[in-house]
Structure formats: C-alpha cells, structure tokens
C-alpha cells in the first residue's frame, strides 16, 4: 500500500505532563515522517480515570485534528474478555494484526523501526502510551521550543506574581506522593535551608511554591524554614499556569520522576535557569 496514506490516531491519558510528552513525541513524528498524518483522542483516557484527570491541553490553542471515534473499549475495557487477549495478540502478532500500536508491547525503538522500513501496513492506527524516551529534552528541541511560545501566548504570567522577579526566585514543585517527598520531612526541610541559605547570598528575594496537595507546604515546611526575610507564593493557578510561572524562575527544586517537573524544566531556559531534584 501507499504508505503516505498511514494515519495515526493518538489517545491522550495521564496528567498535564504526560499529556505534554505524548503530544511532543508524536508531532516529531509527523515532522520527520511525512508519510505520517496525525490524529488526536481526547476523550477514551479520561471517561473514567481514577484520578479524574482530564484533557488540559486545549488552552494551549494546538492546531490538532481530534478524532474520538475509534472506539477501543473491547480491548481496553476491564470487563471485556477480549482486553485479557490484547497483551498476547500485541507480543506476538503485533500492530499489523490489531490495528493498536501499545508502547507497553511495542516500544519507541520498534516503532521507528517500522517506520524506517515501512513495515505497517494497515492505513490507520491506534497508538497508546506515554512515549517518554531517553534523552527527550535534547531530541525533541523543536516541539518544546514550540511549546514554549504557545505558553507565552496563550497562558502566560497571572497577576498574583506578574511583579516578581523571577532572576531572584526559587521556584519549588512537590509532589507530596513521591518518595523523595514521603520519606522523613526532616531531610527535604534541610535540603531546602540549604539551598535557601546559598541562594541568600545572591541576591534570592522570593520563594514560588506549587504543589499537588493544598496546604502541604505551609504546615509541614514552611513553618520550619528560615526565610522570614523572604516572600512567598503558594501558586494557586491552572495546572499550566503554575507550569509556566514555575518555569520562568531562576532557580528551581524539583520532584523527581515527575512528568510535571520535567516538563517545567524542559520549558524552561537553559542559560537562565539553576535546576536540581530533591
């Protein structure tokens, strides 16, 4: 068959971050791959996701085709006898045989695999993952720059902190269900003085903390750190609000393994910014 004729229908799922990842990831795709055309659903993922997470990409304003009509329940839905046969058919028969393309099974090397040697052969697609590869940032330069500028545009800083100085800021993302965040509170309270200390002798004037669990910060760390020379700002925006203005600060603590935090770093600026993990 033509090849050119291949259509990809993309299922977002997760939260913002790995929203943010399979959307990358496969805009790449098409750039490089222009026999690849795309399409996005939107809705599959998020019916009945147990943290009723939901799409958040639209205030971003993507020039994206949404397609929610191909329907995957029987092989994905918990009470489909057929969803138990799914792992067996995509390992030995693969994509060719179902039609779904699941990262699970088929893996980002196999799929550029296919694609350089034109192994699909089926006209559409399904293609289910999260996609997050090695070295992302480096490979995927031109979708997060292009993220970055619909950011600015389109999200932007909200008024709350529009008068901060963000080249004398410490912007800081916990993740209160990460282990690096559970364990002892003691160690992320020293981790933070430290770093709060050494960024006083230069200039720090203002901490911008966001974070998954209301009031986590303000009961079980601020009160135990010395900064009362310094403001605060516990972000209380949109997801991508807070990803935004997290972004643009100079310098950052970050939760690890969080997609969130990745994608914080990611778009921010490289020359400008000081980033470590807790």
């Not at 147990?50 to 799409?55: E, G, L, P």
């Not at 100085?165 to 981790?191: A, M, N, P, Q, W």
Request: include cysteine; hydrophobic fraction near 40%.
């Amino acid at each position: 068959m033509n090849q050119k004729n291949i259509k990809f229908n993309i299922y977002f799922q997760g939260g913002l971050g790995n929203q943010l990842y399979i959307y990358s990831f496969f805009r790449r795709i098409m750039r490089i791959y222009p026999f690849i055309t795309l399409s996005f659903n939107n809705k599959y993922f998020f019916l009945n996701d147990v943290f009723s997470r939901k799409y958040r990409l639209f205030e971003l304003k993507l020039d994206i085709e949404t397609d929610n009509s191909n329907d995957l329940d029987k092989f994905f839905n918990i009470r489909s006898p057929i969803r138990f046969f799914r792992a067996f058919l995509n390992k030995i028969f693969g994509p060719n045989f179902t039609g779904i393309v699941e990262e699970k099974y088929f893996s980002y090397e196999k799929l550029f695999y296919y694609l350089d040697n034109r192994l699909f052969v089926k006209s559409n697609y399904a293609l289910v993952g999260y996609w997050q590869i090695e070295n992302f940032k480096k490979i995927h330069v031109h979708e997060i720059n292009f993220l970055r500028g619909k950011f600015i545009k389109y999200i932007g800083i909200y008024d709350q902190i529009k008068s901060i100085d963000f080249e004398k800021s410490l912007g800081i993302h916990l993740r209160t269900d990460h282990e690096s965040v559970k364990k002892d509170i003691t160690d992320i309270v020293l981790f933070l003085k430290k770093k709060i200390n050494y960024l006083s002798n230069y200039g720090l004037k203002t901490l911008l903390v966001a974070q998954d669990k209301i009031g986590f910060f303000e009961s079980h760390i601020l009160p135990k750190l010395d900064c009362i020379n310094l403001e605060y700002y516990v972000l209380e925006g949109s997801d991508l609000e807070d990803m935004y203005a997290l972004s643009n600060c100079k310098n950052l603590i970050l939760t690890p393994q969080s997609t969130f935090s990745n994608w914080i770093f990611y778009l921010s600026k490289d020359s400008f910014t000081n980033a470590e993990w807790f």
